[in-house]
């Protein structure tokens, strides 16, 4: 380990300084760069109209996105962690204009000559999806990992909170900027994306760097970091301030976690070597769970959460990805006039309402937790309760929905459960399996959403294409205004075949799916505080009979 020389410490800046608000600011603004994946269903039914694709295959573009995005967590954690924030930058910044800049190279050729795209394009287009995800995660964790190694882990649940509400927001930023700007305009919009994206992660390939802490008191020591910069280690942690489990929390949920009892005191999930300290001067005596690795994987409580991550953010994906075309649907319903402009604006309405529930989660999700905790003096397992009460309410209002313009409610509330439960698992999974690697746990889990995101929108996107009518009016199901509306289309040379029209019948079966499967979720939300709240008052009993 390097010792940082007695003068570095003196010049560092204090905590509330010029220099760490600014390098706070900067890493929300990478944030908000690269949750641009949660915009997708902004574009995705022009992309698809444009291309002549199914509403199956525009799912599996967007789902090639969620899949750079929960897949390359864990890799691109293990990158910073040991190179620092400068090669995942570097990999977001070409990731994210080669992504965003090959969809709109793809959307402006069109088809050509051809009646629909040729499975060449179709793959490039979602080799170019899944690059669009990767480059958010390579951004996401240099600017949280930079905050972190930049504020004493005193403010480490607030300012990474502020990070990642910057990521939440991000599609509002950008479907505002283009309903502002370019409605209507598909290529515009992707032309945006692509330049607002990467360039911020260029510029902070060359400024953004964590700040070292100030020494607390004389002979304090410093860790080293893979960022090459010398941070300050101070002994005097004030555990709960993370979130860290207290000690009612480390009573494995079902039984032994780690398999074996492994219970180690707590570390830095970096593993580096600390000189040595005097005896007093390291409080971190009080035993966590250190559950990670093989072990992780051998644990009831980790496929409990896994399950429970999987069916609500399954959900929520399903509804992101193709909430413009549930805006189009309704609005094509009750508009014989068709205005493609119109329908637009109301495509970008959604998404931001639904980034603005999203931010508003990942905040309010923490207070729930705390209060639950600290308040009511039950286990933090409780809060997944209220995340999946807020996914089921938000399912019951998008099926009774019948008018685009009553969508916002359903929306914002879908918003706010999705956030929410990003925002609630992480402090769930310190109780559960500690502090140490919480990194790379939480990485395992945020691949949850891989198995019931592919699951529901594929599902979404097969329901739209069963419920799509023909461009032939011979062959249309429908009758009235709906054919009024393929008559417009057809004349502005959209592909109808395309575009479903029936209003909620095209995805109201999708929605009594999620439905259900919300309802399995709150169950088993339930089921988990209440084994956890027993199981710590069965070690409160315990410990009072040995005294």
């Not at 793959?123 to 504020?151: D, H, N, R, Y």
């Not at 009594?512 to 089921?527: D, F, R």
Request: proline letters at 5%.
């Amino acid at each position: 380990m390097v010792l940082a020389p007695e003068s570095k410490h003196m010049d560092a800046p204090k905590v509330l300084s010029v220099p760490r608000i600014a390098t706070l600011v900067g890493s929300t603004i990478i944030a908000l760069c690269s949750g641009t994946n949660y915009i997708y269903s902004a574009y995705a039914p022009q992309l698809g109209a444009r291309l002549r694709i199914s509403h199956t295959q525009v799912n599996v573009v967007g789902l090639a996105g969620s899949f750079g995005v929960y897949v390359s967590g864990p890799i691109w954690g293990r990158i910073v962690d040991v190179q620092g924030p400068r090669i995942p930058l570097t990999g977001a910044f070409v990731c994210l204009l080669v992504g965003y800049t090959g969809i709109k190279r793809i959307y402006d050729d069109g088809i050509g000559p051809g009646t629909s795209i040729s499975p060449v394009h179709f793959a490039v287009l979602i080799i170019c999806a899944l690059l669009t995800g990767l480059g958010a995660v390579g951004g996401l964790q240099s600017a949280l990992s930079t905050t972190a190694k930049s504020f004493p882990q005193s403010a480490h649940a607030m300012t990474t909170s502020f990070v990642l509400s910057g990521f939440g927001l991000s599609a509002f930023f950008f479907s505002t900027l283009a309903h502002t700007f370019f409605a209507g305009d598909t290529s515009a919009l992707l032309n945006l994306l692509a330049l607002a994206t990467s360039i911020p992660m260029l510029v902070a390939l060359f400024v953004m760097r964590p700040i070292p802490l100030p020494s607390t008191r004389p002979g304090s020591m410093t860790e080293a970091v893979p960022s090459r910069e010398a941070i300050p280690f101070i002994p005097e942690l004030d555990i709960d301030s993370v979130r860290v489990a207290e000690e009612d929390s480390r009573v494995p949920l079902l039984g032994d976690r780690s398999g074996s009892g492994n219970y180690r005191v707590g570390q830095s999930s970096s593993a580096v070597e600390i000189g040595h300290v005097e005896d007093g001067d390291q409080p971190w005596t009080d035993k966590q769970p250190n559950v990670h690795g093989i072990q992780l994987f051998m644990t009831p409580d980790f496929y409990l959460i896994l399950t429970i991550m999987s069916l609500l953010s399954g959900t929520g994906l399903m509804y992101i990805n193709n909430v413009g075309s549930i805006s189009l649907a309704l609005f094509a319903k009750s508009n014989p006039d068709y205005d493609q402009v119109e329908a637009s604006k109301w495509q970008a309405a959604q998404v931001s309402t639904l980034s603005v529930g999203n931010f508003a989660g990942r905040i309010i999700s923490g207070l729930i937790s705390d209060f639950i905790r600290t308040k009511l003096h039950l286990p933090r397992a409780y809060s997944l309760c209220v995340v999946s009460s807020f996914f089921i309410i938000s399912q019951v209002f998008a099926i009774s929905v019948s008018s685009v313009s009553a969508l916002w409610f359903a929306s914002i509330l879908l918003g706010l459960a999705y956030g929410s439960l990003f925002g609630a698992t992480p402090a769930i999974l310190i109780e559960w399996f500690g502090l140490a690697h919480l990194s790379e746990n939480w990485g395992y889990l945020c691949m949850a959403p891989l198995v019931g995101g592919n699951l529901f929108s594929i599902m979404f996107g097969r329901n739209l294409d069963a419920h799509t009518p023909s461009a032939d009016p011979d062959m249309s199901p429908g009758a009235g205004h709906g054919l009024t509306v393929l008559r417009w289309l057809i004349s502005r040379d959209v592909p109808t075949e395309r575009q479903c029209l029936a209003g909620r019948e095209c995805y109201i079966s999708s929605l009594q799916v999620t439905l259900m499967v919300c309802i399995v979720a709150l169950a088993l939300s339930t089921w988990a505080g209440i084994r956890d709240r027993r199981r710590n008052e069965a070690k409160k009993g315990m410990m009072g009979s040995l005294e």
